[in-house]
């Protein structure tokens, strides 16, 4: 891979790196947490550097334990599709949904919060899941200038790889840090998500590629 230099029209995503995607968590992805100092790195090496943070009431429908009788991690159908169902996790205000302790995050000129509005959940940092609700980050993107957008974070089968196909989908040039992600891998997923964005054309990369 050769040699990507950063300038002030790009901007680092992080998604979601927060205590219940990390080991111990409510919704730990496997090694979520080895994330966090690849991340802190290339924070140093961006201009612009925006978070996502997941962010539910209590009750959301995206957790199971607002479907009697629903296991987490089955597949039930929502008025905008289907939706897998999570245990409870990221709820506003708790612990497990703030940032990882050691993720530097004081550089972020922005977060944006998804996943607030009860019967919708959101993967995407750019859309909810019934693909038409708006968060908001497509408009501050353009408004601020930002064209590229190199996607990192949790997780790199669910809100990095929605966040990526919907930065892509909204023309913003498009990248994959995927050393600096980590997967729950559920049937397959992770590598569904790698032949999902490669078939899009946007680049999967690692962060040593990054000047
Ligand atoms: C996520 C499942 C539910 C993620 C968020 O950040 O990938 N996954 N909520
Ligand atoms: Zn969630």
Known sequence: MNAITTGPRDVLLVIDVQNDFCPGGALAVPRGHEVVPVI???????????????????RHSSFASSHPGKQPFSQITLPYGPQTLWPDHCIQGSSGARFHDSLSWT????????????????YSAFFENDK???????????????????????AFDFCVRY????AHAQRFETLVIEDACRAIDMDGSAQATRDSLGAQGIALINSSAIR
């Open 132 to 154: 038409t609700t708006p968060t908001g980050l497509t408009g501050y993107l353009r408004e601020r200038g930002l064209t590229r957008v190199f996607c990192c974070g949790l």
């Open 40 to 58: 802190n790195d290339l924070v140093n090496r961006f201009e612009h550097v925006v978070l996502t943070q997941d962010w539910h009431p209590r």
């Open 107 to 122: 550089k972020a000129e922005m977060v944006i919060r998804k996943g607030f509005r009860p019967a919708i959940d959101s």
């Open 163 to 166: 966040s990526a196909e919907d």
